[in-house]
Nanobody
Framework: QVHLVESGGGLVQPGGSLRLSCAAS????????IGWIRQAPGKEREGVSC????????SYADSVKGRFTISRDHAKNTVYLQMNNLKPEDTAVYSC??????????????WGQGTQVTVSS
């Protein structure tokens, strides 16, 4: 079973940047994709970005395209989410999760505990 731990959240001013990390441990050899998901208070969970393990293909929600970048360090079993030009509406708890079934982040099965991102002046 894979264990996921997020880090890198915090308080940042609008227009600022943060880099989130998602470190995987345990059985890390068989998931097919890993993604970032966020949930703001009173709002539904939103898929932010996804990266395929087999070919590195990435995808993004329209709300973050051009501002966020997902990447993976295979040697460290870590996935990153670089977030630039942050906006107040990006405020949420960000979690990473694995998909052992598809390469498109359609079936999440293991989740981290989440890290809070707050964008405010």
């Amino acid at each position: 079973q894979v264990h996921l731990v997020e880090s890198g959240g915090g308080l940042v001013q609008p227009g600022g940047s943060l880099r989130l990390s998602c470190a995987a441990s345990g059985v890390t050899s068989n998931y097919k994709a890993i993604g970032w998901i966020r949930q703001a208070p009173g709002k539904e969970r939103e898929g932010v970005s996804c990266i395929s393990i087999s070919d590195g293909r990435t995808s993004y929600a329209d709300s973050v395209k051009g501002r966020f970048t997902i990447s993976r360090d295979h040697a460290k079993n870590t996935v990153y989410l670089q977030m630039n030009n942050l906006k107040p509406e990006d405020t949420a708890v960000y979690s990473c999760a694995t998909d052992h079934t598809t390469s498109f982040c359609l079936v999440y099965d293991s989740w981290g505990q989440g890290t809070q991102v707050t964008v405010s002046s």
